[in-house]
């Protein structure tokens, strides 16, 4: 018996009706508890209504309208990110047989992957048509024809659309896909291979700030050479770690150098006249984001999402005792000034019980709950309760400037609660023994000597998957666990997603 039950058994013999009304509260409240991590995270999918999992197609799933407002508010700040120097586009879904299977080592990488439309109605078409599982191939041919000079160049331009892989392992909802239903992919054109390098840094940074803005710590690496994109010279990974210790890829920036300029002929006129092949970069950043998002932060009560991107930022629960036209119409006013400060405020007048409205928006992840009672009224204050548990009573007065410096101290409190819990789960280690006790607890950094063999090797032995090598850090010399030679390089290692 958990101690809840035992709880509210215990309150019930007293006989109160309400006691009897939190014993079933008490039966609501139950998610799997975090540690079990995969059923806490499907449980909460459904409960708090962001994905419906029931869609009769594997691996494609339904956003619940709560879902898409607070992936719209996270999508909100990619496009805040981008939009200064990229231009937002749309290209199709479908893109021609020929055109997809020119350039042979991006093929290599999608074959398997791809899904054919092969017909139109009962017709057979001339050409297959692939639906993109990205689009290097459907947007580099029209990059051909828009690309004349150096004057157009660079080029940056991104689309957030639905792109579609036949996934062979297990799949599960905003983290592995067929129907990608959010993938923003940007795509840049260069003059020379170190301005496309640049471009990368850049990527990087800009998804930086925006997991920062998520309240997430993350890894940075370079993927070894056998994990690059396909087609790419390399490529940089954004990870973070998930709450069983296994790391999820949540962003991507590729180097693809001058390969597809040469399969799509891609080429500028440069100032002295002469024909150049452009140098290109990709981008990329799915849903996974935001199961990163959830699974993070969240915990036995639910979702807790930052102020930033929650689709109600508070919401003012009446306690509805003595005079309760008064408590209404106090609650009310309160609503509409936090609307005019251009917050995201709900007033929660249902006829459930206070504990059970604060019970459904803890679940929904809200920041702020106030809640607004005569005795508060008498006082001139509301009483503040944050989602990370911080309880307090503010002055109604100034209570706009209050609640942002809650938000900000929330997002604060936050990002550090998830910090440590990042820190935690990385762990350098100096042999294979230690690097496969550490993986299964979450990242080893692993001294690596940088040869393709070795890497190989430590992988089959630790039997967990090399991220790649720490970007933005260095490291004192250390022997490669594999073969002894001394160098600065290390990998990560862990169980990924
Ligand atoms: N064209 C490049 C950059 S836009 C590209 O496709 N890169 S990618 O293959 O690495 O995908 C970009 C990101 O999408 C990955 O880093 C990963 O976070 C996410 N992603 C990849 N496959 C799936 C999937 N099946 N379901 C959900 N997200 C995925
Ligand atoms: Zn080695």
């Known amino acids: 018996m958990t101690d809840s039950n035992k709880d509210s058994r215990a309150k019930s013999k007293t006989g109160c009706k309400t006691e009897s009304k939190k014993a079933k509260d008490d039966k609501l409240a139950k998610l799997p508890p975090k540690e079990s991590f995969s059923e806490w995270y499907h ?17 494609m799933c339904v956003w619940f309208p709560f879902g898409f407002a607070i992936k719209k508010n996270v999508y909100g700040i990619i496009r805040e990110l981008l939009d200064p120097d990229h231009q937002e586009t749309q290209f199709p879904l479908m893109i021609p047989e020929n055109e997809f299977m020119k350039e042979a080592q991006h093929i290599k990488g999608f ?56 996934e062979t392992k297990h799949t599960r909802p905003l983290i592995r896909l067929r129907e990608i239903t959010s993938f923003k992919e940007a795509h840049t054109v260069h003059a020379t291979w170190e301005d496309a390098a640049e471009q990368v840094e850049t990527a ?45 890829q949540v962003g991507t920036a590729h180097h693809l150098g001058s390969t597809f300029a040469k399969t799509y002929e891609i080429t500028y006129e440069a100032e002295n006249g002469e024909q150049k092949l452009v140098s290109q970069t990709c981008y990329g950043i799915s849903e996974r984001c ?6 993070v932060h969240g915990d036995e009560k639910g979702l807790v999402l930052p102020w930033e991107v929650a689709p109600t930022q508070i919401v003012i629960v009446p306690i509805l005792l003595g005079d309760k036209e008064k408590v209404l119409a106090v609650s009310r006013e309160l609503q509409s000034r936090l609307a005019a400060a251009k917050m995201r405020v709900l007033l929660d007048i249902s006829d459930e019980r206070p504990g059970a409205k604060f019970y459904k928006w803890e679940m929904k992840g809200v920041p702020i709950r106030l809640e607004v009672g005569p005795r ?122």
């Open 290 to 295: 935001i199961a990163a998002l959830i699974s």
């Open 43 to 59: 449980e909460l999918l459904m409960t708090a209504e962001i994905i419906d999992n029931r869609y009769p197609v594997k691996g």
């Open 111 to 166: 074959e398997d992957e791809v899904y054919w439309v092969t017909c139109g109605g009962t017709t057979p078409l001339d050409i297959k048509l692939a639906l993109r599982p990205t689009s290097e191939t459907a947007i580099y041919p029209m990059f051909k024809l828009w690309i004349r000079s150096h004057a157009d160049l660079p080029l940056r331009i991104y689309q957030i659309v639905n792109t579609f892989r036949y």
């Open 376 to 497: 508060d009224i008498e006082k001139g204050v509301v009483t503040l309760a944050r989602r990370d548990g911080t309880k307090k009573a503010v002055p109604m007065d100034g209570l706009e400037e209050a609640l942002l410096g809650e938000a900000s101290e929330l997002q604060t409190a936050l990002y550090s609660k998830a910090r440590q819990k990042h820190e935690a789960r990385v762990k350098e280690v100096s042999s294979i023994d230690e690097a496969k006790a550490q993986t299964l607890e979450g990242v080893a950094l692993v001294p690596w000597c940088g040869e393709v063999d070795c890497g190989h090797e430590l992988e089959n032995q630790v039997e967990a998957n090399m991220l790649g090598e720490p970007q933005y850090v260095s490291f004192p010399e250390a022997a490669c666990a594999v073969c002894g030679k001394v160098s600065r390089n290390r990998t990560y290692m862990a169980r990924q997603y």
């Open 204 to 248: 990087i940074k800009r998804y930086s700030e925006f997991y920062s803005r998520l309240a997430l710590p993350f890894l940075v690496s370079r993927r070894p050479s056998w994990d690059k994109f396909p087609g790419a010279d390399y490529t940089t990974a954004i990870d973070v770690i998930m709450p069983d210790g296994r790391t999820l």
